[in-house]
């Protein structure tokens, strides 16, 4: 048999040789034509068609000059007219958590707490006797309002322990940063009553079990104290697991998405993307930021250095995920001053600033991006800090290292040009803003909202790069609801009128900057995607209209028509 592979290797060459010459050119697996092609190449923004060999783009401009690359294998699509962009990135999101999420119950769109305990008494009805109901994706901020007591804000557990009162139930807040448990869990869990005078002393190192003026814990666990129940959640077998993956994977394509920045994977969510990608079935690119809380994995890292472009660009880990503080809603984000609806609390790390200091030092010594939750302006300061300190004192690898602060998003105004200057990455959800903004002035007061709060022209004017997304599962992985938010700063609603601090609108053109190249920028793959030029991956989002020119009004009625990754149809809507 051996022998006979140079033959069938030169029958298939002459077969090849006879198609170009057909063709009178090298012809394409590929050509998409009669587009309305946004290129995100500076140098010729629109084009109307592309041709794609080998999953790379081969060419682009008018569909005349295209033409030539068709063969009679060439598969074409025609756009008829159609919007397409470079595929979008969606840059920091929990791919697993997202899956996950669509397994768990979803309570994002719950408007109230009687609506919320309806949907946990549905759950109980399908469960076994005993089972954990998990889910995730309330806010109390965002009901009309709190039925019951309240304790700092939140509602209290009583309700939803009456509609669940053998299943332990643990959900999770909409930001991540605080769980709700039924009197079911907490029994499991053994958090009970705490006699007064201890309660002072109580020690949950960076979070906090709320408690009413008794001592009765209320069901919310904040921060850390979280892991007081989650440590008695059953751990989701493997099986649970990869058709969460799998489910993450479909989200993205039903939106558009290609390539997804996952911001914080474990082991094992690192060995599940490898097994996918060994196994052909990571259709979306991933980029991962190794999780810091492990401290054993993050060793392996740094001794076993970043791992670029695996399987055709579709796995790439070399970054570094670090939580450094909670978030506004939870008032776990950490200030400069005080809370406006909270007198004497500012929040508070939750990672000591000296272990951020020693992994910015040591991303830069072993190649590795160091990516830092950062929500308040203390927070951004301190770490902005670190990375500055790490970077003078290693300014060889700080040329250009890429460090990122994820969310960013309350700066005090003497810190805004310091992201330009030390070239570090916000990156930023606009729909968090649109999301948050209703009600995150009351925790920060009007001035520091102005002065400070998503302040996106603001970055981009200092020359920061800013890399945008959704945080998926805290909001919805939907890239249309983050780009309108993105250029109207409105509520998907569409309120205000004119936007909340209209002069930090991006412009659309900066907007899908953000979710393309600029994305890409951030992950150090600006020369292998973000933009439709020859050389890049072959990844292409289609729109159902032009949402780079429809009323503002109109964009939110933008559909995923196909998404393309490495030249390969992933989908198309019905
Ligand atoms: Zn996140």
């Known amino acids: 048999m051996k022998n006979l592979c140079p033959i069938i290797l030169y029958i298939s060459l002459v077969i090849v040789g006879i198609s170009c010459k057909d063709a009178g050119h090298e012809v394409a697996d590929l050509v998409i034509k009669n587009g309305n092609i946004y290129t995100v190449n500076s140098a010729s923004p629109k084009a109307g068609a592309v041709a794609v060999t080998g999953g790379v783009i081969v060419d682009v401009g008018a569909n005349e000059t295209i033409d030539r690359w068709i063969g009679k294998d060439t598969e074409v699509i025609d756009l008829q007219g159609k919007t397409m962009t470079p595929g979008l990135i969606e840059g920091h999101g929990h791919f697993l958590g997202m899956g996950q999420a669509k397994l768990n119950l979803e309570l994002l769109d719950v408007t109230s707490y009687e609506q919320l305990a309806e949907r946990v008494a549905e759950a109980v009805e399908e469960a076994s006797p005993g089972e954990w109901i998990l889910g995730r994706g309330w806010h109390q901020s965002k009901w009309d309002s709190i039925s019951g007591t309240v304790v700092k804000g939140f509602q209290t557990h009583e309700m939803l322990s009456a509609v669940s009162p053998d299943n332990p139930v643990f959900l999770r807040h909409a930001s991540g940063h605080a769980g709700f448990a039924n009197a079911k869990a907490m029994e499991i869990a053994g958090v009970g009553l705490l006699a007064k005078e201890s309660l002072s002393k ?29 440590k008695h959640i059953p751990d989701a077998d493997v099986g649970k697991d990869r058709r969460a993956m799998e489910l993450a994977i479909q989200e993205c394509l039903e939106n558009g998405i290609t390539s997804f920045q996952d911001a914080g994977a474990g082991r094992n969510q690192i060995k599940l993307a490898r097994d996918f990608l060994d196994e052909g079935k990571l259709r979306v690119r991933l980029w991962m930021m190794v999780s810091s809380r492990d401290t054993t994995l993050l060793n392996e890292w740094y001794a076993r250095g970043p791992e670029i472009g695996l399987g055709d660009n579709f796995l790439t880990i070399r970054a570094i995920k670090i939580h450094a503080d909670g978030a506004l809603g939870s008032r776990g984000a950490w200030l400069l001053a005080e809370y406006a609806d909270r007198s004497g609390h500012f929040g508070h790390e939750t990672t000591p600033m000296q272990f951020v200091y020693e992994v910015a030092k040591k991303g830069l010594k072993h190649g590795f991006q160091v990516c830092t939750h950062a929500i308040g302006d203390r927070t951004n300061r301190e770490v902005l800090d670190m990375y500055e300190k790490a970077f003078k004192e290693n300014p060889e690898a700080a040329r250009d290292a890429r460090y990122r602060i994820e969310h960013a998003q309350h700066l005090h105004p003497a810190d805004i040009p310091r992201f330009g200057e030390l070239g570090v990455i916000p990156a930023m959800q606009a729909i968090h803003m649109s999301s948050d903004r209703p009600w995150a002035i009351d925790r920060l007061g009007e001035k520091r909202i102005i002065d400070g709060a998503y302040v996106w022209q603001k970055l981009l004017q200092s020359g920061a790069v800013i890399v945008n997304g959704t945080d998926v599962p805290v909001e919805p992985i939907d890239p249309i609801a983050s780009f309108y938010a993105s250029i109207s700063r409105k509520t998907l609603k569409g309120e205000p009128e004119e936007g909340y601090e209209p002069d930090q609108k991006m412009t659309r053109a900066q907007a899908l900057k953000s979710y393309t190249l600029d994305a890409a920028y951030g992950a150090f793959e600006e020369n292998i995607k973000g933009s439709v030029e020859p050389g890049k991956v072959a990844d292409f989002t289609v729109y159902s209209q032009d949402l780079m020119q429809v009323p503002e009004n109109e964009v939110l009625e933008t559909r995923i028509d196909m998404t393309i990754v490495n030249g390969k149809i992933e989908y198309i809507r019905d």
């Open 202 to 230: 109580e020690d949950t190192h960076g979070g906090e079990i709320i408690r009413d003026e008794q001592g009765n814990p209320t069901g919310i666990f904040n921060e850390t104290a979280m892991g007081l129940i989650g």
